[in-house]
């Protein structure tokens, strides 16, 4: 069956349906479009300090020029950097790209277990890390090939007198940072200082390099390192911004950064598309501190804000939200994860502006399908296939699914990864012959070409026959006030292979099993009623908010 476009139909009239690859041979190149254009623009916030285009520019030049002067590190060598949002990330990444070198992005809540992994298997030769997370460094690094460790406080861009007191506080008073002892170890600032002693040579990167190893979370087995080429997160840096930017103020926007640079959403969504519309990313370091962040947000006249699910319920319902001023905001995006009616429509109601979805993964840079920017409502769906990009539907045989079918959800475009890092037979089982991607999601397109995802295969339910998908019952249980989360997955039962059981987080303290069941009676069919219902405190979550379905299949207790 050939590929239909319905899709096309639908894009918005602003929007071309393809996008210009070759405009742009590297993300350095669009690094030093917007410093030219931008120089003395804002281009990155974090408690308090500001630092604009012109100063990430002589900033990350100094440290590029460390890693080719002082370190001597050659093209295609592997940096990891392990910290969340603040001002060193950005000064970091991009002097790594600058000396032509590959940036591993390291999830700085790593056991020494996962962290020793992914240094071995990406083979890198130096990291920066934040002086919290040292003593994980401290563990792992003579198993590995890393030759010089780079070290740094949370408050060392911040100046004097306010950086001293902010590392003061953390190590001292909030206990944060656990000694740590690293011989040989360097401190950025000064790594900054030698850089200054070397002149950079021209480094030109090809559009077929490697800019990013991006782990995969590592959720069905051992962590892969997806290699994103500079052509890759160009592309998708181009496509998103084509979709998203009809509207936006060149060298005006403000995005609220809360989820970390490190993953894959939050680097090219804000940190690439916005750097080159010239916005400000105003990073947040710890959005989990929910007071405090509502507290950040009540500071800025923001324009734009991404996230997960999680964050945007959690936002919801702390105190103060309400109180925020969202006049400047146009718009919000959701990916990462699915996002819940209840909390869309609820941040519709609080905020006046649409929540609209978002659908991609690691392996695609990440954006595949966003739904258009002028959506009056959530509609449920993934959205639309970018510019430049397909996608389809497959059955397990890889014929290609007609309008309305559930079946594999597949991409292919021009963000599609080079593949798994030395891994050619996984890259093999994930990308065919054709050059089409297997996101492992179980969606079907509907007559105008939206696509929806319907769930990840490993998480489908099978009871009686019957193909139950949690996200349909988290929706419906999230539609109860009582309920401020939910998660459902599958659970051995003799009599139908498996049944559903649900995980609440309550907002009602009051809220019991049977008005959960009955809830489900009135909104769901028989087979997809939950057999089994568990309150916890929290739910198990990944470091950027991510539900972790597999912790909560333990065997169910009654209730």
């Known amino acids: 069956m050939s590929l239909e476009r319905p899709w096309l139909a639908q894009y918005p009239a602003s929007v071309s349906p393809t996008i210009d690859v070759e405009e742009f041979p590297s993300i350095v ?74 940036v591993v992005n390291v999830n700085p809540m790593y056991t020494a277990r996962e962290l020793k992994h992914q240094l071995v298997d990406s083979g890198a030769s130096a990291i920066l890390v934040l002086d919290n997370f040292g003593t994980t460094v401290q563990e792992v690094v003579a198993d590995t090939q890393i030759k010089q460790v780079i070290t740094t406080g949370l408050g ?52 077929e390099d490697v800019a990013f190893l991006q782990y995969t979370g590592g959720t069905t087995g051992v962590a892969k390192g997806a290699m994103l080429t500079h052509r890759n997160m160009v592309a998708n840096m181009q496509q998103a911004a084509a979709w998203v930017g009809t509207n936006v103020k060149l060298g005006e926007e403000i995005i609220v950064t809360a989820l970390p640079l490190y993953h894959i959403f ?74 819940q009616r209840a909390v869309a429509e609820r941040w519709k109601q609080v905020t006046g502006v649409t929540l609209v979805e978002a659908y991609g993964l690691t392996e695609t840079s990440p954006a595949a399908c966003i739904n258009p920017m002028d959506l009056p409502d959530y509609n449920g769906a993934i959205g639309l296939p970018i510019p430049s990009t397909d996608a389809c539907v497959k059955d397990e045989d890889g014929r290609m699914l007609p309008v309305g079918e559930v079946g594999e959800l597949c991409i292919k475009g021009p ?51 019957f193909n139950v998908y949690p996200n349909e019952i988290e929706d419906v249980i999230a539609m ?55 309150f916890r405190t929290e739910l198990p979550k990944t470091n950027v908010g991510k539900i972790l379905r597999r912790e909560l299949r333990d065997p169910p207790a009654a209730g």
């Open 29 to 102: 190149s669009v690094l030093e479009n917007a410093i030219e254009k931008y120089r003395d623009r804002p281009a990155f916030a974090n408690l308090g300090k500001v630092l604009t285009y012109g100063e990430v520019d002589r900033l990350s030049r100094q440290f590029a020029a460390y890693l080719l002067g002082e370190l001597k590190l050659k093209k295609g060598d592997r940096v990891a950097i392990m910290m969340p949002n603040c001002l060193q990330y950005p000064i970091a990444t991009f002097g790594v790209l600058r000396a032509g070198l590959t």
């Open 156 to 207: 060392d861009m911040l100046g004097f007198p306010k950086g001293s007191i902010v590392n003061f506080v953390l190590k001292h008073v909030k206990k944060m940072v656990p000694d740590y002892d690293i011989p040989g170890a360097i401190r950025f600032r000064d790594a900054l200082t030698l850089g200054q002693m070397h002149a950079l040579p021209d480094v030109q990167s090809a559009p």
């Open 266 to 339: 939050a680097l090219t969504a804000n940190g690439l598309v916005f750097m080159k519309f010239g916005g400000l990313n105003y990073l947040i370091t710890n959005p989990r501190d929910m007071p405090g962040f509502v507290k950040e947000l009540k500071k800025i006249p923001f324009t734009a804000i991404t996230g997960v699910n999680t964050l945007f319920n959690g936002l919801l319902n702390t105190p103060g939200f309400d109180e925020v001023d969202f006049s400047h905001l146009h718009l919000t995006l959701g990916g990462g994860m699915a996002v």
């Open 415 to 465: 963000q599609v990864m080079k593949g798994y890092w030395n891994r050619p037979e996984e890259t093999a089982n994930v990308i065919d012959n054709e050059g089409w991607l297997h996101t492992g999601d179980m969606a079907r397109m509907d007559e105008q070409g939206f696509f929806y995802i319907v769930d990840r295969k490993k998480d489908m339910i099978l009871v009686s026959g």
């Open 480 to 534: 109860m006030p009582g309920v401020l989360e939910v998660a459902a997955v599958g659970v051995p039962d003799e009599k139908s292979g498996e049944a559903v059981k649900v995980v609440i987080v309550k907002k009602d303290p009051a809220l019991t099993a049977d008005q959960v069941r009955a809830h489900a009676r009135e909104n769901l069919t028989g087979y997809k009623h939950p057999k089994f219902v568990e």
